[in-house]
């Protein structure tokens, strides 16, 4: 099992910036994909950024150039640097863990991007 605690979410301006955090705990193994998806008010949840314990990073277009995915293997933790916030950004943020066939879920951290 695999546990995943999420912070940093909040309500910022449009063209402000935060930094989401996602910790894991548990049954931890290298090879490992960590990501993170949102969903917004009756939208599909969607792919924003991935990355690969080894580095290989994937983002989807709509934040290409302004999120930023990184992570600390040692921590066991994944950050998510959001730039240059739209309106459109706004969704519930969830984290994810997976590994082979299994996929692990934050609780989720509400991002809203308002004036």
């Known amino acids: 099992q695999v546990q995943l605690v999420e912070s940093g979410g909040g309500l910022v301006q449009p063209g402000g910036s935060l930094r989401l955090s996602c910790a894991a705990s548990g049954s931890i193994f290298s090879g490992?994909?960590?990501g993170w998806y949102r969903q917004a008010p009756g939208?599909?949840?969607e792919s924003v950024?991935?990355?690969?314990?080894s580095g290989y990073t994937t983002y989807i277009l709509s934040v290409k150039g302004r999120f930023?995915?990184?992570?600390?293997?040692?921590?066991n933790t994944v950050y998510l640097q959001m730039t240059s916030l739209k309106p459109e950004d706004t969704a519930v943020y969830y984290c994810y863990?997976?590994?082979g066939l299994s996929t692990y879920w934050g609780q989720g951290t509400q991002v809203t991007v308002s004036s």
């Open 43 to 45: 939208q599909q949840r």
């Open 49 to 53: 950024a991935t990355m690969t314990s």
């Open 68 to 75: 930023t995915i990184s992570r600390d293997n040692a921590k």
């Open 32 to 34: 490992n994909v960590m």
């Open 97 to 99: 863990y997976q590994k």
